[in-house]
């Protein structure tokens, strides 16, 4: 059985200029570039296959964001912008319990000497800071591995010292 021919993608001027632009940008995300080039290709006439092969990746991601871009192409320019059409949707999955202001609360605790909380210790651990986060309230409950995983990814915009011994 033969597979079904791709939706074909025709750009206007507006959409192929900046889509060119886009993928060319030193500022723009790899993964919003890649998914430019692939819809420039389908454009070009390429197959799902040949595209595939030249980006090195999967012939579902061509399809996915050939089929993407043919869903969103009747959208007005100024209501979606070409990079929002190539960015990815929002995932599943359960909001974060931890707002920002408890995070930023979180934070500070950490920019804190644990001895000035009464703890034995020169550093903070994982299980240290999360007890502590829970003794004074911030969030009812948290695990040591996932306030050690807070602090790590906030790590290089707060402070240049390791906030968390690596226990």
Do not use: F, Y
């Not at 030193?26 to 389908?42: D, E, F, N, P």
């Not at 950490?110 to 034995?120: H, I, L, N, Q, V």
């Not at 240290?128 to 915009?157: M, N, T, Y």
């Amino acid at each position: 059985m033969p597979t079904p021919k791709p939706l074909a993608i025709t750009l206007t001027d507006a959409e192929r200029q900046g889509l060119e632009k886009l993928v060319k940008r030193h500022t723009v995300g790899q993964q919003v570039a890649l998914r430019g080039r692939i819809v420039l290709a389908a454009a070009a006439g390429q197959s799902n296959t040949q595209i595939a092969r030249q980006e090195g990746v999967t012939l579902d991601m061509v399809r996915l964001w050939r089929n993407r871009w043919v869903v969103l192409q009747p959208i007005a320019l100024d209501d979606l912008s070409l990079e929002e059409r190539l960015q990815d949707l929002p995932r599943s999955g359960v909001p974060s319990r931890i707002t920002t202001d408890q995070i930023c609360q979180i934070m500070a605790l950490a920019c804190e000497k644990p001895e000035a909380s009464g703890r034995p210790i020169s550093q903070w651990t994982g299980r240290e800071i999360a007890d502590e986060i829970i003794k004074r309230g911030i969030v009812e409950c948290i695990s040591p591995r996932h306030a050690a995983r807070l602090l790590k990814r906030c790590r290089s915009q707060t402070a240049p010292d390791p906030l968390l011994v690596d226990a």
